[in-house]
């Protein structure tokens, strides 16, 4: 082991790829494409991806996504322009994918405009290689990790405000270096981030301290309607119709409520029931342990997932499906 741990490579099996991949940037135009509904990951990977481009010479760069870059990364995005995806035709460009398993995961119209993407980099196991030069780890905890650490493998400088939106991929990814895959180079990661300049402070503030009023109230309601079963090894809540109208706050906003009732002491399965306006409900689940294997559950009724996080869709009225479900999640849990 050498004695300085910055001798030590984090990707060494991507090494020779990515220098390849470095000599090929100069002179080009290059559209970095992330996946639609982009997260923290693939917009802080952009935007690395970007510089790390200009840098080495690209003579144009722009990102593209499907979707808006969210609210909570506007902060992150170092003055590089997103571009809407389905607009974009620019054949004079070549297509860069960051965090993207698919090509399809970019929108319909890029994959079948820009078929083989002149690169691709990421983490997700599931990516089959679609790419000229696939640069792929799936022992990344994020798709910016993985940029960084083989930005810090090849000793490429870049500024703190790029070290501070791989900072954010990382630990959005990891939900602050918490989640089970979580290992000793995400925290060396993101030490040299810190070393580099990422404030992690300043961070925390702009992603974790800026709820809407109206997410609140709708929180509110999601707790108030939790209830126990199964001596408190179930916690399901519901969200019933016109509940985004009274509250003030809009669909996405329910993201990660199924969180609070699974972060509930002794709650093995969780469960989020949404009425919709259309008729049927829409079902999040969590477990606490991929052991639990919710996705088994949601398969049930027509859905899927991971094994700690899955949903489906149900033609039902909430009052009929409720106790359906109830009795599935017992038979699962061996109640
Ligand atoms: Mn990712």
Redesign the pocket.
């Known amino acids: 082991m050498p004695n300085n741990p910055k001798d030590k490579k984090f990707f060494p099996n991507s090494g020779a790829a990515f220098s390849d991949f470095l000599k090929t940037v100069r002179g080009g135009k290059f559209a970095v494409a992330g996946h639609m509904r982009p997260?923290g990951?693939?917009i802080g990977?952009q935007v690395a991806m970007a510089f790390l481009l200009r840098k080495f010479g690209a003579e144009s760069v722009v990102c593209i996504n499907k979707h808006e870059v969210p609210f909570l990364y506007k902060d992150f995005i170092c003055g590089e322009t997103f571009l809407p995806a389905d607009d974009f035709c620019d054949k004079s460009f070549e297509i860069i994918t960051v965090?993207c398993a698919d090509l399809k995961r970019t929108s319909e119209n890029l994959s079948a405009l820009f078929p083989t993407p002149a690169a691709c980099f990421?983490?997700?196991v599931s990516n089959k290689p679609y790419a000229r030069a696939n640069i792929i780890e799936p022992s990344a905890t994020?798709?910016?990790a993985l940029l960084a650490g083989l930005m810090f493998d090849n000793n490429i400088d870049f500024p703190p405000e790029i070290a501070n939106a791989l900072y954010v991929?990382l630990m959005?990814?990891t939900r602050q270096l918490t989640t089970s895959n979580t290992d000793l180079r995400s925290f060396e990661i993101a030490s040299r981030l810190v070393e580099a300049g990422a404030d992690p402070a300043e961070v925390s503030i702009k992603l974790y301290q800026r709820e809407k009023f109206g997410r609140m109230k709708l929180l509110a309601e999601f707790l108030q309607s939790l209830e126990m079963h199964f001596g408190g090894r179930v916690c399901v809540g519901v969200l019933p119709c016109g509940v985004y109208e009274r509250t003030g706050s809009c669909k996405e906003d329910s993201d990660g409520l199924v969180d609070y009732a699974r972060n509930i002491d002794g709650v093995e399965v969780a469960a989020l029931l949404e009425e919709l306006p259309e008729g049927g409900v829409k079902g999040s689940l969590r477990s606490k342990r991929p052991e639990t294997r919710v996705n088994e559950i949601a398969a049930l009724f027509g859905g899927g997932g991971h094994f700690a996080a899955a949903g489906f869709n149900s033609g039902k009225p909430l009052a009929e499906f409720y106790p359906e479900f109830l009795k599935a999640v017992a038979q699962h849990l061996k109640i």
């Open positions: 997260d990951d693939c990977s965090d990421d983490h997700h994020a798709t910016g991929a959005m990814d």
